[in-house]
Antibody, heavy 125, light 109 residues
Framework: EVQLVESGGGLVQPGGSLRLSCAAS????????MSWVRQAPGKGLEWVANIKQDGSEKYYVDSVKGRFTISRDNAKNSLYLQMNSLRAEDTAVYYC??????????????????WGQGTLVTVSS | QSVLTQPPSVSGAPGQRVTISCTGS?????????VHWYQQLPGTAPKLLIYGNSNRPSGVPDRFSGSKSGTSASLAITGLQAEDEADYYC?????????FGTGTKVTVL
């Protein structure tokens, strides 16, 4: 059974830092792109960051560029999100998700096939 | 800021059929990119419901179906059940902004 279990959320002051972790099991973690997706209270889903299987490619939504860093440790089947210079608008439930990527001769597409239960990050003084 | 627009809410009585639209543009759905759908039950994480426009993962009931035409896609729920009350999100590829739709709340009357 596929499991993604996030941890590390909590209350942090504006300008502070937090490191989220996601422990994966039940699938070959090293074979998947992985992502972080967040959901502010009462709002929709927002993609935050992606990382390639070997960590060689990373992508971020503009609002977190330069502040957040996604990383992974395939030996530990773990995904991380280092969040610095946190702002009130970063308050959200953060989900880790696996991405299935499929390609044709002209383009690659993806979907998020498995999701963790989420961890709440609250940025407030 | 999503490039995929969904109606904020739809509702139906048990047993009825409801549809949720997902409207994109020539840079995403209209460019040939597939649409995927997620169900988020209250207080839980999203779950993949439909992938590749119309494919159901193992375990998803066949009362859920997806389709795509032009710059839009649709999710249909036939034989609506109380347990289908949830938020539903579409997702496609767009190089510029968030891949998720704005979300639709389905209410079972």
């Amino acid at each position: 059974e596929v499991q993604l279990v996030e941890s590390g959320g909590g209350l942090v002051q504006p300008g502070g830092s937090l490191r989220l972790s996601c422990a994966a099991s039940g699938f070959t973690f090293s074979s998947y792109w992985m992502s972080w997706v967040r959901q502010a209270p009462g709002k929709g889903l927002e993609w935050v960051a992606n990382i390639k299987q070997d960590g060689s490619e990373k992508y971020y939504v503009d609002s977190v560029k330069g502040r957040f860093t996604i990383s992974r440790d395939n030996a530990k089947n773990s995904l991380y999100l280092q969040m610095n210079s946190l702002r009130a608008e970063d308050t959200a439930v953060y989900y880790c998700a696996s991405r299935t990527v499929y390609c044709s001769s002209t383009s690659c597409q993806y979907y998020f096939d498995y999701w963790g239960q989420g961890t709440l990050v609250t940025v407030s003084s | 800021q999503s490039v995929l627009t969904q109606p904020p809410s739809v509702s139906g009585a048990p047993g009825q059929r409801v549809t949720i639209s997902c409207t994109g543009s020539s840079s995403n759905i209209g460019a040939g990119y597939d649409v995927h759908w997620y169900q988020q039950l209250p207080g839980t994480a999203p779950k993949l419901l439909i992938y590749g426009n119309s494919n159901r993962p193992s375990g998803v009931p066949d009362r859920f179906s997806g389709s795509k035409s032009g710059t839009s896609a649709s999710l249909a729920i036939t034989g609506l059940q109380a347990e289908d009350e949830a938020d539903y999100y579409c997702q496609s590829y767009d190089s510029s902004l968030s891949p998720f739709g704005t979300g639709t709340k389905v209410t079972v009357l």
